[in-house]
């Protein structure tokens, strides 16, 4: 549903074949290795589904148009990313963070799976460079937000391999 188990499914792909000390490695001190990354992604997620249920409760409807959210890919727009969803070290190894992604994945699962797709389409909340999604489009955000991120850790690779 929304692409999101096949775009995840690249990225755990990716990082599965990464050696776990070479997850560490950053390619200069300002920038993320890609186990920061992965963390990155955990808490994107996780702030997306507090975000989602928070916009429910508050029961405010409101119509948005469909934004072109394949365009989150291309990583010569930069966005800096809010404080709340860097990295902070919380990840000590790829494991553990793969079992943080697991757990985010299964609550945006649940909660997917627990609404009506009208709730969804009806619910918006902004989003700093596509302005206002509704809650389907947040979802469908989350798959395209991993795969950016997909191509990040490819140029970590890339760069710390060099």
């Known amino acids: 549903m929304y692409g999101l188990e096949e775009k995840r499914e690249e990225v755990l792909n990716f990082i599965h074949s ?14 993320w290795s890609m186990l920061e ?4 992604l955990y808490l994107m997620e996780k702030v997306i589904i507090q975000q989602i249920n928070q916009s429910i409760k508050k029961g405010e409807v409101k119509k948005t148009s469909s934004k072109p959210l394949h365009k989150t890919k291309n990583r010569t727009y930069k966005v800096q990313a809010p ?3 860097r990295p902070n070290g919380r990840f000590t190894s790829t494991q553990e963070a793969l079992e943080g992604l697991e757990h985010t994945r299964e609550a945006t699962l649940f909660l ?3 609404k009506d797709r009208q709730t969804l389409r009806s619910h918006t909340y902004p989003h700093p460079a596509f302005g206002d999604l509704d809650l389907e489009q947040w979802v ?3 798959g395209w937000h991993e795969l950016r991120h997909l191509d990040q850790m490819k140029e970590v690779k890339r760069l710390v391999d060099n």
């Open 18 to 31: 990464i050696p776990e000390e070479e997850t560490v490695k950053k390619p200069d001190s300002e920038s």
């Open 140 to 142: 469908e955000f989350i």
């Open 83 to 85: 404080e709340s969803v």
């Open 37 to 40: 990354i992965l963390e990155h």
């Open 112 to 114: 997917i799976h627990n």
